[in-house]
C-alpha cells in the first residue's frame, strides 16, 4: 500500500483472497481502514519492517519463511 508501488491492492483483490500477508500491523490497519465496507479475508501480519529494496534477496528469504511458517499453522499442513 505504499504510494511507490507498482500495484495497489484493490476490492477485487480482497474479494478473490482467502488469505492476505502484509509485512507489518500498521499496513493491516490500513487496509481495513481503508476497506471496512468489505468482507476482508483474514490478514496475517509478518512483522518484517517494510525498510527493504524491492526484490531484496534478505527480504524475498524473510518473506519466503515466514509465509511458509504462517501457511502451516493456519491450513495445518
Do not use: C
Request: glycine share 2%; charged share 30%; no cysteine.
Amino acid at each position: 500500500m505504499s504510494p511507490k508501488s507498482n500495484r495497489k491492492i484493490s476490492e477485487n483483490d480482497l474479494n478473490w483472497a482467502d488469505l492476505v500477508f502484509v509485512m507489518e500491523s500498521g499496513q493491516r490497519a490500513k487496509i481495513r481502514d481503508l476497506y471496512r465496507h468489505v468482507a476482508l479475508p483474514t490478514i496475517e501480519v509478518l512483522n518484517i519492517p517494510d525498510e527493504y529494496e524491492f526484490m531484496n534477496e534478505e527480504l524475498i528469504e524473510l518473506l519466503t519463511d515466514r509465509m511458509n511458517d504462517t501457511l502451516k499453522m493456519v491450513y495445518e499442513i
